[in-house]
């Protein structure tokens, strides 16, 4: 006797496969996402921070232009600094995706001097490429956050590896390159922060960090007693935004820091490896 096949339980198998199909393609977008971001932009990365060191070359015209013309901290660097500067922002540039929202287009401009505000940061480290902060959000100006329901000119996002910049708040920033207030090093110290003691522990940041949150807490004291000196009062607001508003004043009034605030000074200089006065590395290999 011939073996019957039974029309139902086939109907179910097949019924079975489509599912798994569907399924299938439904998850493959997101298959390919993550690779993308967790496996191409590493390897990616990773091969431009070789390609650089291994195979220097000099920048193009366009970002050393910019470079002289807007960014005064890499127009005083000497020579050997000036190189480490360039090479590390090319680094960045090939590493990062740049999106415009509410704006046509992020334009060169803008990536070379935001690239820069994290190149300045991190000059003095050997972690410089913040590799899980791959996308940055440009807008023309404030935002509106949704859950934080409020507008923002800048913030960092660590869950979603994200960076997000009004350009004009920027670019105040760099107009006025000593009044203590510079949105694009604010964020960026955001950013270095949680990269190198949250995602990517550094334990010579972190050992140096702690040190200056010791003598921070003493500031944030100051602050919130009413007698700020030099710091502006939303430094005040929490430990983070106290280190957010230091690097600022490191970099934009590095003398009047020293002078008013020594202790603190040295150790962001110790933090960052880096004298914003000098303009000098304080160990060649950290």
Not at 23 to 32: K, S
Not at 171 to 199: C, F, S, T, W
Request: with cysteine.
């Amino acid at each position: 006797m011939l073996p019957t096949i039974d029309p139902t339980s086939a109907e179910h198998d097949l019924a079975g496969w489509q599912i798994l199909l569907i399924f299938a393609l439904l998850l493959l977008p997101v298959l390919a996402t993550l690779f993308y971001y967790l496996v191409f932009l590493n390897l990616a990365e990773k091969w431009w921070s070789f390609r650089y060191k291994i195979f220097p070359k000099d920048i193009p015209l366009n970002i050393k232009t910019e470079l002289v013309n807007h960014q005064s901290f890499y127009r005083d660097l000497p020579p050997e600094l000036k190189y480490r500067y360039e090479q590390r922002l090319m680094v960045f540039l090939k590493s990062k995706k740049f999106t415009p929202k509410h704006m046509p287009a992020v334009t060169e401009r803008m990536k070379i001097l935001i690239a820069a505000s994290a190149v300045q940061i991190t000059l003095g480290l050997n972690r410089y490429r913040l590799k899980d902060f791959r996308d940055i959000h440009v807008f023309p100006d404030r935002y509106w956050h949704k859950y934080a329901g409020k507008s923002f000119k800048g913030h960092v996002s660590s869950r979603r590896g994200l960076i997000c910049i009004s350009w004009k708040h920027f670019e105040h920033g760099y107009d006025h390159p000593d009044d203590g207030i510079n949105l694009g090093l604010h964020e960026m110290a955001h950013a270095v922060k949680l990269q190198l003691i949250r995602k990517d522990v550094n334990f010579r940041f972190l050992d140096k960090f702690e040190h200056w949150a010791k003598v921070g807490r003493k500031k944030l004291d100051t602050i919130r007693a009413g007698k700020n000196t030099l710091l502006r009062d939303y430094a005040g607001t929490n430990l983070d935004e106290l280190f957010a508003v230091s690097v600022e004043y490191f970099f934009e009034q590095p003398e009047d820091f020293r002078d008013q605030l020594p202790e603190l000074f040295q150790s962001m200089c110790d933090l960052l490896n880096q004298d914003p006065i000098k303009k000098e590395l304080l160990n060649q290999k950290t």
